[in-house]
């Protein structure tokens, strides 16, 4: 199985890009995670949210590999422990099925997003900064693995 970071923004600071690939390469290929930078629309000085939110929607849409199970990450979705995320982790492997991970911009996934998802998730109720959400999601990835493997990474 392979899960797919569809996320918006292509600039990312250096740390960022460190720690993603850190995690990200901690993975074994039966749960590779593949990053894809989808392009941030230009913002204008009066550039309308809703119209920036939809055109990051339609660049995520468009980048989802055929037949995977589609994950909108969002803020009114479903909270998983670590626990929980892990045995979400192994239903994926389990079906056979590509996972796409949905990551919209700076204002967050587009309607058509949350409609075509599977599975909506909210990594906390707090904010996190934009570029974070990439490492938190490579880092709980590798967690959750670690744990259905019972690799001494996570010391529940």
Known sequence: MRIHLLAVGTRMPGWVNEAYKDYAGRLPAECSLILREIPSPRRGRNAPVERLR??????????????????ALDEQGRHLD?????????????????????????????????????????????????????????????????LLRHHPYHRA
């Open 82 to 146: 670590t626990a929980g995320l892990s045995r979400q982790l192994d239903q994926w492997m389990q079906s056979g099925r590509d996972v796409a991970l949905l990551v919209g911009g700076a204002d967050g996934l587009s309607e058509a997003c949350r409609r075509r998802a599977d599975f909506i998730w909210s990594l906390s109720p707090l904010t996190f900064p934009h570029p974070l959400v990439r490492v938190i999601l490579a880092e709980q990835l590798y967690r959750g693995w670690s």
């Open 54 to 71: 939809e055109a990051e929607g339609e660049g995520l849409l468009a980048a989802l590999p055929r037949d995977c199970w589609v994950v």
